[in-house]
């Protein structure tokens, strides 16, 4: 049960886009159906992104889309804007019922 | 409003117990697998432990295993993770959410922290 590398931090300028992988192995990310995505302000519970690799709930801005390839997931937001500073994490199904979570990264906004 | 409320946490000496609450309310808690995610001050989500929606099929983080038990009373709309033998890196706030129908989770509460020391 270990935790799925993603890089500490990440920043863009407004309008600009950025992608945050997040690596793990064939036990999770590449043999997962169920990797999700979840966002974080400071002092706050998190909030669902993206669900089943690629899908976004209602609700959640267009602007953030995410895909997987192999043993790395990506989370993209295109058109940064401000309110997207925060901390983003990714989670996947890492055995029967059993769950990892990324590192977390910390988006800045130039 | 899909609402979850935790209570329950506090300061508490290393070796001692508590027991965290979570009461549901906005939505059909009995048809739900719940979980219980921890964040330790400054760093990233942990995943701690998993239920079914009847109670019958628990599942947890190896490290917690033997000492933590999740369990659920669906009369009450209420979940419940006891915890036992702590150890100072168990201090965290704690969260419940609410596995959604995607498996990812959609509803989480606000946390509740506690804070294993002497």
């Known amino acids: 049960q270990s935790a799925l590398t993603q890089p500490r931090s990440v920043s863009g300028s407004p309008g600009q886009s950025i992608t945050i992988p997040c690596t793990g192995t064939s036990s999770d990310v590449g043999g997962s159906n169920y990797v999700s995505w979840y966002q974080q302000h400071p002092g706050k519970a998190p909030k669902v992104l993206i669900s089943?690799?690629?899908k976004r709930p209602s609700g959640v801005p267009d602007r953030f889309s995410a895909s997987k390839s192999g043993n790395t997931a990506s989370l993209t937001i295109s058109g940064l804007q401000a309110e997207d500073e925060a901390d983003y994490y990714c989670?996947?199904?890492?055995?029967?019922?059993?769950?990892?979570f990324g590192t977390g990264t910390q988006v800045t906004v130039l | 409003e899909v609402q979850l409320v935790e209570s329950g946490g506090g300061l508490v000496q290393p070796g001692g117990s508590l027991r965290l609450s979570c009461s549901a309310s906005?939505?059909?808690?009995?048809?739900?697998?719940m979980t219980w995610v921890r964040q330790a001050p400054g760093k990233g989500l942990e995943w701690v432990a998993n239920?079914?929606?009847?109670?019958?099929?628990?599942y947890y983080l190896d490290s917690v295993k033997g000492r933590f038990a999740i369990s659920r009373d669906n009369a009450k709309n209420s979940l419940y993770l006891q915890m036992n033998s702590l150890r100072p890196d168990d201090t965290a706030v704690y969260f419940c959410?609410?596995?959604?129908?995607?498996?990812?989770?959609?509803?989480w509460g606000q946390g509740n922290l506690v804070t294993v020391s002497s």
């Open positions: 989670c996947s199904t890492a055995g029967f019922h059993i769950y990892a």
């Open positions: 959410a609410r596995f959604g129908l995607t498996a990812a989770l959609d509803c």
């Open positions: 906005g939505f059909t808690f009995r048809s739900y697998w």
């Open positions: 089943e690799v690629n």
């Open positions: 239920i079914n929606p009847d109670g019958g099929d628990t």
